[in-house]
């Protein structure tokens, strides 16, 4: 819009000029006709500029594209986009085959949480498909039973069905789990996001997170990084604060494993994954991307990790 104007200008003034052409044409004017002329043209001028200096300063609000991530989502055109990223999104379960106390009695315990494809595979958290503890509630609170992990197996659950899954990565320390997608007929969509740059995020960017608030289904929420490092004293998280930033106004419970996307020029990236909240008041945390991205490339080969970014392999 900006670059127009000066297109406005020269047609404003062209017409000026062909109205004094034809006005005067057939005569000699006058040094007070020309002074007015000269006026008037710098009056126009002046307008013209106001004009600009007031579409500059909404442009500043409204953002244009700069090469960076967004501060609103005034640039997104295609909104279909959404749908795609959560036809990506799956539910996955996983069974703990727990050996409990002096008594030996074998017990099952099963927990589920959600997943995103990405390319042929499915990225979540390591503590959404881990389970190291029986552990049973009781009006005082949940209490761990002494036990013995025996074995645990993860599923793909899509239209009744269960697919086991087979684990690619899974980092405590990180907390991030892949899974190979199992051969199927259920078409699953991969994210149709690229992967984003975490290192480039600023407080305030604007944020979509695509999760399973409350285990209520699968929907798409606002938010904005708040900080660049996760919160203090999070209890049972062993990441580094730097490998984290928090979310304000977009995270509930259930969000774990959710991708977050950020907006660069209206164009979505994925940025991170929702690893926590703090109980429903809509601040929580996600693991950024970047060390993801580096835990991922440790355990999948080129052509994987492209598939993964979303990018094309180099013919080399």
């Given at each position: ?14 017409c000026?000029?062909?109205?004094v052409?034809v006005s005067l ?10 002074y ?8 126009i001028?002046?307008?013209?500029d ?6 500059e300063e909404?442009l ?7 090469g ?9 055109i295609d909104?279909r ?12 379960q996983?069974a703990?085959?727990?050996e409990a ?21 499915i990225l ?17 609170g ?10 645990e ?6 239209r009744?069905r269960?697919l ?6 899974g980092d405590p320390e ?8 199992p051969?199927n007929?259920l078409?699953?969509?991969s994210?149709p996001?690229p992967v984003?740059?975490?290192?480039e ?5 604007f944020?979509?997170?695509a ?13 904005i990084?708040?900080s660049l490092l996760?919160?203090?004293g ?9 490998d984290l930033?928090v979310?304000?106004?977009g995270?509930v ?7 977050v ?14 690893q926590g ?7 929580g945390?996600?693991?950024k ?6 835990g ?8 994987e990790?492209y598939m993964?970014?979303?990018e ?5």
């Amino acid at each position: 819009m900006v670059k127009r104007t000066p297109n406005l200008k020269r047609l404003a003034l062209t017409c000026l000029a062909v109205v004094v052409m034809v006005s005067l044409s057939g005569c000699v004017a006058s040094r007070k006709e020309v002074y007015h002329l000269k006026n008037r043209t710098s009056e126009i001028q002046d307008d013209l500029d106001r004009l600009e200096r007031e579409i500059e300063e909404r442009l500043r609000f409204v953002g244009r594209p700069d090469g960076k991530y967004d501060y609103n989502n005034s640039l997104l055109i295609d909104t279909r986009v959404f749908d795609e990223v959560l036809h990506s999104i799956v539910t996955i379960q996983t069974a703990t085959l727990f050996e409990a106390g002096q008594s030996s009695q074998r017990v099952v315990k099963n927990s589920r949480g959600i997943g995103v494809v990405v390319g042929r595979h499915i990225l979540t958290l390591d503590h959404v498909v881990t389970q190291n503890s029986l552990e049973v509630a009781t009006p005082f609170g949940t209490v761990s039973l002494p036990s013995k992990k025996l074995e645990e197996k993860t599923f793909l659950v899509s239209r009744d069905r269960k697919l086991v899954l087979k684990k690619v990565l899974g980092d405590p320390e990180l907390d991030i789990a892949l899974f190979e997608v199992p051969a199927n007929d259920l078409n699953l969509a991969s994210l149709p996001s690229p992967v984003g740059n975490s290192d480039e995020l600023t407080v305030g960017t604007f944020l979509y997170i695509a999760g399973n608030p409350f285990n209520s289904g699968i929907n798409v929420r606002e938010g904005i990084v708040s900080s660049l490092l996760g919160l203090e004293g999070i209890q049972k998280i062993s990441n580094r604060r730097s490998d984290l930033f928090v979310i304000s106004n977009g995270v509930v419970p259930g969000d774990s494993g959710a991708p977050v996307l950020a907006l660069r020029d209206g164009v979505p990236e994925l940025v991170g994954i929702v690893q926590g909240t703090l109980g429903s008041s809509r601040i929580g945390w996600a693991v950024k991307i970047n060390p993801i991205m580096r835990g991922l490339s440790k355990n999948l080969d080129r052509e994987e990790l492209y598939m993964v970014q979303k990018e094309n392999p180099p013919l080399y």
